[in-house]
């Protein structure tokens, strides 16, 4: 059997994972087998990253439209009930840029829900429900009545108990 050499295509392929290794640390920006290491690795990372990276931005976004329905007095969850209901489709992205940039549409577009979920606001959060001077609650121990401690003391003539005699005076 003819030997190989494999001639353009090996440099080829070398040259292809040194450049995607350019900048790298060390070795594995210069000698192959680390260079393969580190852009099979690399290229992983990328590819794991942009899914996270539509997973971040949808829960970004969900944020951002929550915090303006609470503003409007909906909740989230019935702001995207309502909007299925009254056919409206726009999608996460459009809202959230809708939410932070033009208030008053959106506040048009919560009003224009509102019916089909019954009219339902969000009730007071829990700021705005407590009262302005809350007072602070005392420790443990002075926080227990007195009575519910036992004080022991000496017993009172009334007290005494009735097996051992009281003395009388002598006369």
Not at 33 to 52: M, Q, T
Not at 101 to 127: I, K, N, W
């Amino acid at each position: 059997m003819p030997r190989v050499k494999r001639g353009s295509k090996r440099r080829q392929r070398r040259k292809k994972y040194l450049s995607l290794t350019k900048g790298q640390f060390q070795n594995k920006s210069k000698l192959y087998r680390y260079a393969k290491e580190a852009a099979e690795r690399s290229l992983k990372f990328a590819y794991i990253g942009r899914r996270l990276k539509k997973r971040d931005f949808r829960s970004l976004w969900i944020i951002r439209i929550a915090a303006a329905a609470r503003q409007n007095g909906i909740s989230y969850s019935k702001l995207i009930h309502g909007m299925n209901l009254a056919g409206i489709d726009i999608n996460r992205k459009m809202l959230a840029e809708m939410a932070v940039r033009d208030a008053e549409g959106f506040a048009r577009l919560v009003e224009q829900v509102r019916p089909h979920v019954g009219g339902a606001s969000v009730e007071s959060t829990p700021a705005e429900a407590a009262p302005a001077a809350v007072p602070a609650k005392a420790p443990a121990a002075e926080a227990a009545p007195a009575a519910a401690k036992p004080v022991a003391s000496a017993p009172t003539e009334s007290e005494a108990p009735e097996s051992a005699p009281a003395e009388e005076p002598s006369a």
